[in-house]
């Protein structure tokens, strides 16, 4: 199992950008699919976007397309989530995730976590 650990998260201003950084411990990113997912207060907890640990395919939820982007860095054993125009519906405890499973976008799917990271986007 791949320990992980978000970082990045903040206050940030609707229309702003933030960047979130996921580490991995343990294991090597590569060796698994990795996701983001996020759970607003009330709210499930809710696929973001995933990049496959083969040819870095990507898949992002329709909330996200054309404003969010997920990456990885092997040689820092590291996942990214770039977002950009933010709105308040963003706000949220954003969750990193690692998976077995190929092209796996459900939160049962998903074996390893980290403990989260708040965003608030202020209006």
């Known amino acids: 199992q791949v320990q992980l650990v978000e970082s990045g998260g903040g206050l940030v201003q609707a229309g702003g950008s933030l960047r979130l950084s996921c580490a991995a411990s343990?294991?090597?990113?590569?060796?698994?699919?990795m996701g983001w997912f996020r759970q607003a207060p009330g709210k499930e907890r809710v696929f973001v976007a995933r990049?496959?640990?083969?040819?870095?395919?990507?898949s992002y939820a329709d909330f996200v397309k054309g404003r969010f982007t997920i990456s990885r860095d092997n040689a820092k054993n590291t996942v990214y989530l770039q977002m950009n125009s933010l709105s308040p519906e963003d706000t949220a405890v954003y969750y990193c995730?690692?998976?077995?499973?190929?092209?796996?976008?459900?939160?049962?799917?998903?074996?390893?976590w980290g403990q989260g990271t708040q965003v608030t986007v202020s209006s």
């Open positions: 995730a690692g998976t077995e499973l190929y092209g796996a976008t459900l939160r049962h799917q998903y074996d390893s």
């Open positions: 990049i496959s640990r083969r040819f870095e395919i990507t």
């Open positions: 343990g294991r090597a990113v590569s060796d698994y699919g």
